[in-house]
């Protein structure tokens, strides 16, 4: 099947593989930003190309802080993928979103402190909106998948990404809920900022583990915590990755993410560097 992925799906902690899968061949690829965390693997599910790559390598190998976002989605877009389903484990900073809940957010808030956020440096500048970081059209179909597994689900939530690896101080946990924030978790960003600089649809789909340290009735979150409620978690992220290949999406998105570029570079063609002009050739061809 010499097509592009239908969708590719970025794994996180608990999904290291999708059952199924068919026809498998492995990429291993070298981007212009290094190697991605693993191999990309692709393959046939209900009909459907799916591409996947395990966000912190074989075994789980890297830390949040050590992923090669960059590479990861660069190497998303070589292969020719649109769209980016993001697994991520999540804690819960409300009440009635539960340990055991899946999360379809809609708003992201960067409190990372040390990594690139960007492909655009080395003499190209580029300034892209994100106001709605997560595509809607994509978290859309996503939510319906979702909604087939009987899993529950909320369609709606502000995800704030800390650098860790650590977990949360008390009064960090306390701070982000007088923002307003609803999910607590590691690796979103800048995966998402990422990924729309690329053009690519993105949307997570967050499984809450624990109640992060906020919750005072409950145990502090710890990593056996978090496995014990991951693994069921697990089941309903695949389910929902079935449906998904099952029904399949619409060939032509709804959304501007394709586009995102279209209007953001502001650096003057002519002085662009060739090396750096080589280096995003994948990116910005279309506009230069």
Same mark, same amino acid.
């Given at each position: 099947m010499n097509k592009p992925p239908d969708f590719a799906v970025i794994g996180?902690?608990?999904?290291?593989d999708i059952p199924g899968l068919s026809d498998t061949q492995e990429h291993d690829l070298e981007t212009p930003f290094g190697k991605p965390s693993a191999p990309v693997m692709t393959g046939i599910l209900r009909n #459907?190309?799916? @591409?996947?790559?395990?966000?912190?390598?074989?075994g789980h190998q890297l830390s949040p802080g050590e992923v090669n976002y960059r590479a990861n989605i660069y190497a998303l877009k070589m292969l020719g993928v649109q769209r980016v389903i993001s697994v991520? @484990?999540?804690?819960s900073l409300r009440e009635?979103?539960? +340990?055991?809940?899946?999360?379809? +957010?809609? #708003?992201?808030?960067?409190?990372t402190k040390n990594r690139i956020n960007t492909f655009f440096e080395g003499g190209l500048a580029a300034h892209i909106g994100t106001a709605d970081p997560f595509c809607k059209d994509l978290s859309t179909h996503l939510l319906e998948a979702v909604n087939s597994?009987? @899993?529950?689900?909320?369609? #709606?939530g502000a995800f704030i990404t800390i650098e860790g690896p650590r977990f949360s101080t008390r009064s960090e946990?306390?701070?982000f809920r007088t923002w307003g924030m609803s999910i607590i978790g590691m690796t979103t960003a800048p995966e998402a900022f990422l990924a729309r600089e690329a053009e690519l649809c993105y949307a997570s789909l967050a499984h809450?583990?624990?109640y992060d340290v906020w919750h005072t009735s409950e145990e502090p979150v710890t990593v056996e915590m978090v496995l014990s409620i991951i693994q069921r978690n697990t089941k309903n992220v695949k389910k929902t990755i079935q449906h998904l290949a099952a029904n399949p999406m619409p060939p032509e998105t709804s959304c501007a993410c394709t586009q995102a570029l279209k209007n953001a570079v502001i650096t003057d063609p002519e002085v662009i560097p060739e090396e750096t002009r080589s280096k995003l050739e994948l990116l910005i061809s279309k506009y230069l």
């Open positions: 996180g902690s608990g999904l290291y #459907q190309k799916i @591409a996947f790559l395990s966000r912190h390598g074989i991520n @484990a999540c804690g009635d979103y539960k +340990p055991g809940d899946l999360v379809i +957010p809609h #708003q992201l808030f960067d409190f597994t009987g @899993a529950t689900v909320h369609d #709606q946990s306390n701070t809450i583990t624990d």
